[in-house]
């Protein structure tokens, strides 16, 4: 049995911003900058831990002009389950980015709601530093809760590779190793203690329809690596997919 989360959030849709880092660049397209996703997930995993036992949809809703980013995402149960039918977290992001050459930055801020949820609101400051070569991107995400539970830090490092197969068709793969302090692990584990958490793998493809609307189906794998919080779960390996339905101009 899972111990009850206290800083629960989604990591923002990648089309967007990222909780997972590697997605959080500043575009080369410095104009103003739209789009909307509607995301049927099998499975609602935040950070290698389910936050439903089925299957969610996720709408998201994002704006980007000269590097400022802002995104509203929400989740909505459909599986029967404690709040089926209900949408049981709305995330808010505001960020600014930078790029230099192959280097970027990105400073972010994150407010969580959990409507329908006996969970507090509270809000993580992010900041995102990489490199990015030809089609492959290293980068490091580092997180800090600031309101629930201040202090709580998860981190990742992370190696993205895109490839374009045909104008219509990109792939894109992620490898990530996440890592957190006691605080996180004691509120979301109830393990008090520094660990590597988890690795995580994606992959994904997005196919172009008629401009400017677009599919993602994407695949993505979570598995625990401290024993610890291998036990105090009881889904320590997790593999979950989804397919995206939207567009952006």
């Given at each position: 049995?899972?111990?009850?989360?206290v800083?629960?959030?989604?990591?923002?849709?990648?089309?967007?911003?990222?909780?997972?880092?590697?997605?959080?660049?500043?575009?080369?397209?410095?104009?103003?900058?739209?789009?909307?996703?509607?995301?049927?997930a099998?499975?609602?995993?935040?950070r290698?831990?389910?936050?439903?036992?089925?299957?969610?949809?996720?709408?998201?809703?994002?704006?980007?002009?000269?590097?400022?980013?802002?995104?509203?995402?929400?989740?909505?149960?459909?599986?029967?389950e404690?709040?089926?039918?209900?949408?049981?977290?709305?995330?808010?992001?505001?960020?600014?980015?930078?790029?230099?050459?192959?280097?970027?930055?990105?400073?972010?801020?994150?407010?969580?709601?959990?409507?329908h949820?006996?969970?507090?609101?509270?809000?993580?400051?992010?900041?995102?530093?990489?490199?990015?070569?030809?089609?492959?991107?290293?980068?490091?995400?580092?997180?800090?809760?600031?309101?629930?539970?201040?202090?709580s830090?998860?981190?990742?490092?992370?190696?993205?590779?895109?490839?374009?197969?045909?104008?219509?068709?990109?792939?894109?793969?992620?490898?990530?190793?996440?890592?957190?302090?006691?605080?996180?692990?004691?509120?979301?584990?109830?393990?008090?203690?520094?660990?590597?958490?988890?690795?995580?793998?994606?992959?994904?493809?997005?196919?172009?329809?008629?401009?400017?609307?677009?599919?993602?189906?994407?695949?993505?794998?979570?598995?625990?690596?401290?024993?610890e919080?291998?036990?105090?779960?009881?889904?320590?390996?997790?593999?979950?997919?989804?397919?995206?339905?939207?567009f952006?101009?």
């Open positions: 049995m899972a111990y009850p989360q800083a629960l959030a989604q990591d923002p849709n990648p089309v967007y911003s990222s909780g997972s880092g590697e997605t959080a660049i500043p575009g080369k397209n410095k104009g103003l900058n739209l789009g909307f996703e509607l995301d049927f099998s499975q609602y995993v935040w290698g831990i389910a936050l439903s036992q089925g299957p969610v949809l996720q709408p998201s809703l994002w704006t980007t002009y000269r590097g400022f980013t802002f995104s509203i995402w929400g989740n909505f149960v459909l599986n029967d404690p709040n089926q039918g209900q949408l049981n977290e709305v995330d808010f992001t505001l960020g600014y980015g930078r790029r230099s050459r192959h280097f970027f930055f990105n400073a972010l801020m994150y407010f969580y709601l959990f409507p949820q006996d969970v507090p609101a509270t809000g993580e400051g992010s900041a995102v530093f990489g490199f990015e070569w030809a089609s492959v991107r290293v980068y490091t995400n580092q997180n800090s809760d600031f309101i629930a539970n201040p202090g830090y998860f981190g990742i490092f992370g190696v993205s590779y895109e490839k374009k197969f045909h104008p219509k068709l990109t792939m894109k793969t992620t490898a990530e190793l996440g890592w957190a302090n006691g605080s996180f692990n004691q509120a979301n584990f109830g393990v008090s203690k520094f660990a590597a958490n988890l690795i995580d793998w994606e992959l994904e493809f997005q196919w172009k329809l008629r401009s400017p609307f677009y599919l993602r189906p994407y695949l993505e794998v979570d598995v625990l690596l401290d024993s919080l291998r036990r105090s779960v009881a889904h320590p390996n997790i593999v979950s997919g989804g397919l995206g339905v939207g952006q101009f």
